[in-house]
DNA sequence: ATTGACCCTGTAGTAGACTACAGGGTTTAG
DNA sequence: CTAAACCCTGTAGTCTACTACAGGGTCAAT
């Protein structure tokens, strides 16, 4: 089975050799198999995995969420009602930052057009009145 | 004119004290009037802006992020277009955000299904395929 | 055989975003 | 009038997520 150094998974996946190893301590990558001289030896996928690590961060998911997200499919132990019950919290999770983004979204794009080049009134301000509603 | 203590403010929006003092030296919050004694004296929608800031945060922007948000709307000495140009690139990366999550949330939302109870192949992994699609 | 580009472990430093004192003044209820 | 509950400034500590050494071994090419 062909694998890869640490330095070709970094590169591949985009990502530090440090942040490979520091993701490998904070268990969000398993321990890859060591060749005989002691260095890392990275199954293929592992850049896939660490695809979905770096996208799920730039949407503003922790390590430790990314952690048990990703161990929601790969953990074989996991009883699949936990699996489940837990794959619904983060559904709703991801829902209410998806209604977010929109209606900022839509206020951003109000005032696109409505600040055509001349001053606005500031004192109607679309992108407080859309965010800053009732708590999360 | 109406105004607010630190606690107050603090109680309304629900953020520490000691919060509201680092979003102060930071830009977040311009720094309020004081009263005779030292004491800042916010205005009523401090609230509303601390709401925003806070979902804002929420979906993975930066205070520093959240601070040219915020500038686009309140500085009266902001140049209309280039206003324009930056409301335009948080349009893009919103709609970035949004599209990355609805993939998100499709793979979550199928896995859920199909783990209906029975291990299921956990070599075809869909929330690992939604996600590390090419760079962004 | 030695140089340069790799790899290893372990520890320390950084940036962002708080959070917690220390040391001191003010207001208000009892 | 004093104790609790506020407020102030300033500095230091914490947590997350890296990032950068130090000190040393490995490998491929010249």
Redesign the interface.
Known sequence: MQTLTIGQVARAA?IGVETLRYYEREGLLPPPARSSNGYRRYPL?S???L??I???K???FSLADIAE?LN???D?EAD??A??QL??A??AD??A??A???Q??SA??A??HQ?????MS?SE?P??DA???T??
Chains 1, 2 share one sequence.
Do not use: E, W
């Open positions: 985009n996928d850049v896939r995995r695809g979905f770096r996208h799920a730039s949407l503003g997200l929601l499919y790969t074989p699949s009602g699996v489940k794959a619904q983060r559904l991801i829902d930052k998806i977010a983004l929109q900022m979204r951003l794009a005032v696109t600040c055509s080049g001349d001053a500031r301000c992108i407080l965010l800053s509603g708590d999360n």
